[in-house]
T-cell receptor
Framework: AQTVTQSQPEMSVQEAETVTLSCTYD???????LFWYKQPPSRQMILVIRQEAYKQQNATENRFSVNFQKAAKSFSLKISDSQLGDTAMYFC?????????????FGQGTRLTINP | NAGVMQNPRHLVRRRGQEARLRCSPM?????VYWYRQLPEEGLKFMVY????????ESGMPKERFSAEFPKEGPSILRIQQVVRGDSAAYFCASAQDPSYEQYFGPGTRLTVT
C-alpha cells in the first residue's frame, strides 16, 4: 500500500518570504502522479500543482513549484513571495497511474500561516 | 461549467438516525470519489464509483455505509444508524478520466449528537 508522510504539522513565515513544505511517499509503483492540494479555512480542496512521475522536469504554477526527487521519493512544495491568502492546510497526495481504481492517498497535512 | 455540488453543506443527526449525502459531479464527469476527513486529519478514501457501478470500496466501513451513483441523478453516500464517530467532513470529487485530476466539492459536515 502507498503511504504519504508530511513531517511538518505546522509552519509559519512572514509575508513575501519563501517557504518549502516537505512530503515523502512510499510506493513500489513506477507510474504515478503526485499532487499538492490547498485547504483554506473555507475547507474547499483546491488543486495547487500536479507532477507526473515519468516527467523529470519539476512542475511550476506561478509562485508554486515542486522539487520532485523520484529516487528519494520526495515531493516538496515551494511557495515564493508568500501572500496572506496562502494561509491554509496543505496536503500532499499520491495517485497510482494504472487503469485500476484511481483513489488519492493523502498525507496528514501541514498548516501554513503567513504573517503580515 | 458549474463545479462539483454537494448538499447539504451541514447535516446534524442524532445517534441512530440515517444520513444521506448527495454529490453532483461536474458536467461530463463520470467518475465520482468519496473521501472522509476527521478533525485535524487528512482526507481518507472511501469509495470510487462510475455510473451504476462501484469500482473500489476498499475504504468503506463494512457496516452501515453504502454508496451509489445511479444512471440519473447525484451520487449518494448513505450512513445508517449514525454514531458519534461518524462526525466528520465528507468530500466528493469527480473526474473526467480516472488517471487525471479530481475536482472536489465543498464538502458536507456531518455532526452526530
Amino acid at each position: 500500500a502507498q503511504t504519504v508522510t508530511q513531517s511538518q504539522p505546522e509552519m509559519s513565515v512572514q509575508e513575501a518570504e519563501t517557504v518549502t513544505l516537505s512530503c515523502t511517499y512510499d510506493t513500489s509503483e513506477s507510474n504515478y502522479y503526485l499532487f499538492w492540494y490547498k485547504q483554506p479555512p473555507s475547507r474547499q480542496m483546491i488543486l495547487v500543482i500536479r507532477q507526473e512521475a515519468y516527467k523529470q522536469q519539476n512542475a511550476t504554477e506561478n509562485r508554486f513549484s515542486v522539487n520532485f526527487q523520484k529516487a528519494a521519493k520526495s515531493f516538496s512544495l515551494k511557495i515564493s513571495d508568500s501572500q496572506l491568502g496562502d494561509t491554509a492546510m496543505y496536503f500532499c497526495a499520491f495517485m497510482k497511474g494504472n487503469q485500476g481504481a484511481q483513489k488519492l492517498v493523502f498525507g496528514q497535512g501541514t498548516r501554513l500561516t503567513i504573517n503580515p | 461549467n458549474a463545479g462539483v455540488m454537494q448538499n447539504p453543506r451541514h447535516l446534524v443527526r442524532r445517534r441512530g438516525q440515517e444520513a444521506r449525502l448527495r454529490c453532483s459531479p461536474m458536467k461530463g464527469h463520470s467518475h465520482v470519489y468519496w473521501y472522509r476527513q476527521l478533525p485535524e486529519e487528512g482526507l481518507k478514501f472511501m469509495v470510487y464509483l462510475q455510473k451504476e457501478n462501484i469500482i473500489d470500496e476498499s475504504g468503506m466501513p463494512k457496516e452501515r455505509f453504502s454508496a451509489e451513483f445511479p444512471k440519473e441523478g447525484p451520487s449518494i453516500l448513505r450512513i445508517q444508524q449514525v454514531v458519534r464517530g461518524d462526525s466528520a467532513a465528507y468530500f466528493c470529487a469527480s473526474a473526467q478520466d480516472p488517471s487525471y485530476e479530481q475536482y472536489f466539492g465543498p464538502g458536507t459536515r456531518l455532526t452526530v449528537t
